[in-house]
């Protein structure tokens, strides 16, 4: 059996020939490198679908909302409804998606693994956003470390998964890579449903505080 060292300067040859059929995939970009192996990322393509996805509806929406902010005030239509709706029905057809796929095939381990990993990271991030929002010279009130512990840990199937097809369109594995973004998504809700409690006594005892060490005129 060949070292090593001698598999790595025979380089592509060591695989029988297919390096560059199975190293960019399996392998990673770094080690195909290493193994004389090269592939292209169309970052040009990539970036001007997410722009074209992302950010031109969103500059479309504040250019026009200048123009029928009054009558929406006036008209109020149900854009939670609509949003919640959409939301839904994104979600819907993504989990169809994923699970349909016949190249999907995820263990249970696996699967629990992702699971504890992914609420391992959100408690993480935010314990992390609390520890820097409640330092005493951050400015921040009780309310803005509330704010600042949800929404900056907040990830949404909306961005996430157009974001996902874009960069990796046409990959079969699509369905595994985009499943830690199925989880994390509803694993966000329920944990912050379960934190609220606790975070809302915290604001509540913190803010009579200031109320009580604010000197009085």
């Known amino acids: 059996m060949a070292s090593l060292e001698e598999e790595g300067q025979r380089g592509p040859d060591a695989m029988g020939g297919n390096a560059e059929k199975w190293c960019p995939e399996r392998l990673g970009p770094a080690t195909a490198c290493l193994l004389g192996s090269s592939s292209s990322v169309p970052f040009t393509s990539i970036f001007s679908q997410l722009f074209m996805t992302v950010v031109v509806p969103l500059i479309i929406g504040q250019i026009v909302r200048r123009y029928i902010k009054d009558w929406l005030e006036r008209k109020k239509p149900p854009f939670g409804a609509i949003s919640s709706s959409v939301l839904l029905v994104i979600i819907y057809t993504t989990f169809c ?18 699971l504890f990993m992914i609420v391992s990271i959100q408690l993480s991030f935010m314990l992390l956003t609390f520890i820097f929002s409640t330092r005493n010279n951050s400015g921040f009130t009780p309310a803005d470390t509330v704010a600042i512990i949800f929404c900056s840990t ?31 998504h509803p694993a966000q809700i329920l944990l912050g449903s379960v934190l ?15 109320k009580l060490t604010r000197p009085t005129v």
């Open 154 to 184: 907040h990830k949404s199937l909306t961005l996430g998964i157009p974001m996902l097809k874009i960069v990796f369109a046409g990959h079969e594995h699509l369905s595994l890579i985009s499943v830690p973004l199925l989880i994390y």
């Open 196 to 210: 609220v409690p606790t975070i809302k006594s915290w604001m509540v005892s913190r803010q009579k505080g200031v």
């Open 97 to 114: 998606d994923t699970f349909s796929n016949p190249h999907f095939d995820l263990d249970k381990l696996s699967l629990v693994l992702i």
